[in-house]
C-alpha cells in the first residue's frame, strides 16, 4: 500500500500528517527554518490547524469528535500521497479508518484525509477544504455534491481573502430554475446558491473579533505569511446552523424513505435534495438576522 511508504509524521495535537521525503510521494524537502520537518508539510499542518481553530473553536461548527458518528475516533490522520495517485488536490473519507500503525492502542480509529504533494499551502486552500468535508460528514449523512463541494468552497472564504460578494452570478432567493438544476452542480453551487445566500443574511460578513483566538491570530505559514488574511466570513451563522440542522434531517429523511443505513448510492441521492432545502428554510424561518441588523 501507498500509505506504508509514509515513513514520517507531524503530530499536532490530534492531528497527525504522514509524508516521506523519498520515492513518487515525496514532499518537497525545502526546511527554510531548519526545525527537520519539510515547510510544506508544516505548511500544511498549519493550515489545517488553523480552519480548526477558526471554524470549531471559533465560530461553533460542530466538532466531528465529538459528534455520535465519529465519537470513537482518536485521531485526523493527514496522508500526504502524490497527485498522479490521489487524481485530485485532496480527498476526505466519511468512514472512519483502521489503519492498526505500530505503536497505536489495538482497535484506534481515525478520521482521515488525503492531500496531494503538488498543494502548497501558501497558495492553495485545499487542507482547510478537505477539512470542511470532515466537519461535514461529522454533522449529517447526505453527500450531495451541490451541498457538500458548494458549502466547501464556501468555506475557503475562511481562511482566504476577502468575502463573497464579489462575482456573485445569482440572486437569493433563487429562480425556479435554478433549483431544478440543483443536483447538476458541484464547486459552481458555491457562487449559484450558498455565496447569494450568506450575503443575503450578512451582508457585512465580519467575524467578530472576540472569536478568533490569539493563537490564530499569530499562525504564520513558515514564509511568515499569516494564516488567518481577514475576518471577512459572509454567512458563517447560516452555514453553520444549517449543518447542525441537517442533522436532524438525515434522520427525518431515513425515517420517511425506509432506511436502516446511509450506503454511499443514499448519501448522494437526489432524493436528499428537498430535506437539505427544507433544513435551509426551516434555519433562516428561526430568526436569522436580516441584513444589516444589529
Known amino acids: 500500500m501507498a500509505r506504508t511508504s509514509l515513513d514520517q509524521v507531524l503530530v499536532k495535537g490530534k492531528m497527525r500528517f504522514f509524508f516521506t521525503t523519498e520515492g513518487p510521494h515525496a514532499v518537497e524537502a525545502t526546511d527554510a527554518n531548519g526545525n ?44 500526504l500521497f502524490s497527485k498522479e495517485l490521489l487524481k485530485s488536490n485532496g480527498i476526505a473519507y466519511d468512514e472512519l479508518q483502521s489503519f492498526k500503525r505500530a505503536g497505536d492502542p489495538e482497535n484506534t480509529r481515525s478520521l482521515c484525509f488525503n492531500v496531494a504533494t503538488s498543494v502548497k499551502a501558501t497558495a492553495n486552500l485545499t487542507p482547510a477544504h478537505e477539512l470542511f468535508h470532515i466537519i461535514q460528514n461529522g454533522a449529517c449523512f447526505f453527500k450531495n455534491r451541490w451541498y457538500t463541494e458548494g458549502t466547501a468552497r464556501w468555506s475557503e472564504k475562511a481562511l482566504g481573502t476577502g468575502g463573497v460578494g464579489s462575482g456573485l452570478r445569482s440572486p437569493w432567493p433563487p429562480s425556479e430554475d435554478m433549483l431544478k438544476k440543483l443536483d447538476d452542480l458541484a464547486y459552481d453551487a458555491a457562487a449559484l446558491y450558498w455565496e447569494p445566500l450568506a450575503l443575503h443574511v450578512d451582508a457585512r460578513g ?52 425506509g432506511l436502516d443505513r446511509w450506503p454511499e448510492e443514499e448519501q448522494r441521492s437526489s432524493a436528499n435534495t428537498p430535506y437539505i432545502r427544507e433544513a435551509v428554510e426551516r434555519v433562516l424561518a428561526k430568526g436569522m438576522k436580516e441584513p444589516n441588523d444589529e
Not at 493550515?47 to 481553530?53: H, K, P, R, S, V
Not at 513558515?222 to 434531517?249: M, S
Open 36 to 79: 527537520g520537518v519539510p515547510d510544506q508539510v508544516e505548511d500544511i499542518a498549519t493550515q489545517t490547524q488553523g480552519a480548526w481553530l477558526l471554524l470549531i473553536d471559533g465560530l461553533g461548527f460542530p466538532d466531528p469528535f465529538l459528534g455520535e458518528r465519529f465519537r470513537e475516533a482518536m485521531f485526523l490522520d493527514v496522508h
Open 206 to 257: 465580519e467575524i467578530p473579533e472576540d472569536r478568533v483566538s490569539a493563537a490564530l491570530r499569530e499562525m504564520k505559514y513558515v514564509n511568515g505569511e499569516p494564516v488567518l488574511k481577514d475576518l471577512k466570513l459572509h454567512g458563517w451563522e447560516v452555514i453553520r446552523d444549517i449543518l447542525t440542522e441537517l442533522g436532524e434531517a438525515d434522520g427525518k429523511a431515513a425515517k420517511e424513505r
